[in-house]
């Protein structure tokens, strides 16, 4: 199953956005964080529920905002907000802990990613890579 994820994502996603060389997050409110923050973790929810009804396997648990998923093999994954710092933490059995920003190449403060300000890597695509998740994509506004 995941292999074939896998497959799919590397196929469905060849569009990514170089954020490498930023340093600095996009300036956004609170509310503004909570709402992409909470967006985008319910869209990797979602995608591994589905997955977990799939494959009896993964385990997947939403509890006091705190996102734990088992992936067999691989273990298991955390995902966290952090709202003081206004970053999403995760957790990987595959590639350690990461603090991911979040970075708009635009002034709206739409359409951007969470990244991994030291080498300019995103969630989306770490989670592409690693456990097969395909996101939908943003509307462009």
Do not use: C, H
Not at 16 to 36: H, R, V
């Amino acid at each position: 199953m995941r292999s074939t994820a896998s497959t799919s994502a590397a196929a469905a996603s060849e569009k990514t956005t170089d954020y490498e060389g930023i340093k600095d997050p996009s300036d956004i409110t609170q509310n503004k964080y909570n709402s992409l923050a909470d967006d985008y973790l319910e869209a990797v929810q979602q995608w591994l529920e589905d997955l977990s009804d799939a494959d009896e396997s993964v385990e997947v648990e939403f509890s006091a905002g705190v996102l734990t998923v088992t992936l067999p093999p691989a273990g298991t994954y955390v995902i966290n907000k952090q709202p003081p710092n206004k970053q999403i933490w995760l957790s990987s059995p595959v590639s350690g802990p990461k603090r991911y920003d979040y970075v708009s190449l635009n002034e709206s403060g739409d359409n951007g990613d969470w990244v991994y300000l030291r080498d300019g890597s995103t969630m989306t695509n770490l989670l592409r890579e690693e456990m097969g998740i395909i996101l939908p994509e943003k509307e462009q506004s």
